[in-house]
């Protein structure tokens, strides 16, 4: 059946097998099916993001007094809690020998909630500052603060924007305390966000005797984009998550045509003795070198598009291409099947009248 | 190896007849034209032989006839192959080794003057040429029936010739041949005739 093969690639070099037509179509859905889809993905994500890094995810539990810092910090070891940390306000700001009437706002944290503010370390033992008063006063890490009460070093800085998130932390200082202390609020990095966190949270409330009738507030560091994220219904009720199935659809109608237009050609074939198994292996070979070809060009495309558009998450955005590739790819060579089963040498006069 | 027709009749769905109470035997090797004015059923007639269509009346019998060709008033090749690849497939589809199937291609188109064609594109021969690559493609399957319908109808005279001239190698190559013409020149290459303004 070497034959076969060759006479696939006769009619690939002769273009007998349209295989310009077939290329530059499976590139142009498949393409369009896929940047649209990666558009709309990466607009949700973006959202997603935002949501995630302006603290609307960061949940938190307040019961002053009575959060348990170790406990707090052991939800980091649960699947999808990034950072988790238990705060306390200091009553005394902070004063510096270079600005005494600009108090500065002082928390202490535990160990675990320097990875809920994202805080840039330095490695030496000492404060933190958000990045607003290390501007302010003029210093970085590693550098000394001279406070009305002594000298502290700074360890470190954390960024703190104006994005809606919680007051108060803007203008502040985090002094790190081993967790074994008692906190007022246990806070909760999760992404993506898990249905108990509540119950999670409340698990850092230490309740005398299992009392559970203790008030605990529960809220998040940024309210202002909802409570809840959207951002998975959206993608799971997007238009575009139907691009495979759109790409497949048009795969077979492409496989369809490019046989269709060709039915009397191998009609013909059929006729002068070519068996029709014989026959599909040779359209097989040909849309199946086209698609080949079309693909690399396809992926080609994807890559620059991906790397262009969210560099961050690309393994999202090459799952979603490829799905909507591989679709577009079987879609044309199940037409293809489909086509080439319709043809017919007894349909020749038909064909031959028709054409 | 013959083809009988017992009787057989056609019209078409409530249509006046265009033939009826046809009754004769194919014998190999022998060269039939089948004549009549337009509209006398020719191609109906060719398309009952061939068995894609069943006669409203009668019944066609075949004895040792399993493949039968068909070609067609205007040659169907592909634009861009070569003539000899058309008449290469179907004898690799019998099952010859390429250079067996290329050796005999080759003869076939020199049977049908096609020497100097070989290996030119189908869209670059011209009507007589191509119309002859139809006829060697159409025996290179070995068929134990080959039909061909008008096959110099669109052709000037000269070059309806040349298609005449090869006749010959049919009657050689193929056990039954039916022919449906209007040309005089065909019918006289042919060693019988049938006139289907006889059956109606």
């Known amino acids: 059946m070497s034959w076969v093969a060759l006479e696939a690639k006769e009619n690939l070099v002769s273009g007998t097998s349209k295989p310009l037509h077939l290329v530059m179509m499976f590139v142009a859905f498949t393409v369009i099916a896929t940047i649209v889809d990666l558009m709309i993905v990466q607009d949700i994500t973006n959202e997603a993001y935002k949501y995630r890094d302006s603290g609307a995810s960061t949940f938190t539990v307040t019961s002053p007094g009575r959060v348990n810092g170790e406990v707090c910090d052991q939800l980091s070891k649960l699947p999808s809690i990034i950072a988790s940390g238990a705060i306390r306000i200091e009553e005394e700001p902070l004063e510096t020998i270079v600005l005494p009437r600009g108090p500065i706002a002082s928390y202490v944290v535990s160990e675990g909630a320097l990875g809920v503010f994202d805080v840039e370390d330095s490695g030496q033992v000492g404060l933190f500052l958000s990045s607003t008063v290390a501007s302010t006063l003029g210093v970085s890490s590693g550098y000394p603060l001279l406070l009305k009460t002594g000298t502290a070093q700074v360890q470190g800085t954390y960024h703190w924007p104006s994005d809606g998130r919680r007051p108060g932390f803007d203008y502040a200082a985090l002094i790190p305390i081993p967790s074994q202390s008692l906190f007022d609020e246990c806070w909760v990095k999760a992404w993506p966000i898990p249905e108990n966190i509540q119950i999670l949270l409340r698990l850092t409330v230490n309740a005398p005797n299992g009392d559970m009738q203790i008030k605990t507030d529960y809220s998040q560091v940024n309210t202002t984009l909802g409570t809840q994220f959207t951002g998975y219904t959206k993608l799971h009720q997007r238009v575009t998550q139907h691009a495979p199935s759109f790409t497949l659809i048009l795969g077979i109608i492409n496989g369809i045509v490019l046989v269709w237009a060709r039915r009397l050609e191998l009609a013909s074939v059929q006729h002068v003795g070519v068996s029709w198994p014989a026959q599909l292996w040779q359209l097989i070979i040909e849309h199946g070198i086209c698609l080949l070809v079309g693909s690399s060009i396809v992926l080609a495309i994807d890559a620059v598009v991906i790397n262009h558009l969210l560099p961050m998450d690309m393994d999202t955005l090459w799952e979603i291409a490829a799905r909507v590739l591989l679709c577009g790819f079987f879609g044309v060579l199940l037409g293809t099947v489909i086509g080439s089963h319709r043809i017919k040498a007894n349909n020749l006069s038909r064909y031959f009248k028709a054409r | ?200």
């Not at chain 2, 004895?63 to 039968?68: D, K, Q, T």
């Not at chain 2, 009507?127 to 070995?142: N, P, S, Y």
């Open chain 2, 1 to 200: 190896m013959q083809v009988k027709l017992d009787n057989i009749g056609h019209s078409f769905s409530g249509q006046p007849f265009l033939f009826r109470h046809l009754s004769l035997t194919l014998e190999p090797h022998r060269v039939y034209a089948l004549v009549g004015p337009s509209g006398s059923g020719k191609s109906t007639l060719l398309s009952i032989l061939t068995g894609w269509l069943d006669p409203t009346e009668g019944a066609v019998e075949y004895e040792g006839i399993n493949r039968v060709g068909w070609v067609f008033q205007n040659p169907h090749g592909v634009a861009h192959r070569s003539a000899i690849d058309h008449v290469v497939l179907p004898l690799l589809a019998r099952g010859l080794f390429r250079s067996d199937a290329v050796h005999r291609a080759k003869q076939l188109l020199n049977d049908f003057g096609l020497s100097s064609a070989t290996y030119r594109e189908f869209c670059e021969l011209s009507g007589g040429e191509a119309q002859r690559l139809m006829l060697a493609r159409g025996i290179a399957a070995r068929p134990h029936l080959l039909l061909v319908d008008e096959p110099t109808a669109q052709l000037d005279i000269q070059t309806a010739q040349t298609v005449d001239a090869c006749l010959g190698a049919l009657i050689q190559r193929t056990t039954i041949v039916v022919i449906a013409t209007h040309a005089t020149s065909t019918r006289e290459a042919c060693s019988d005739i049938i006139n289907l303004e006889k059956y109606t």
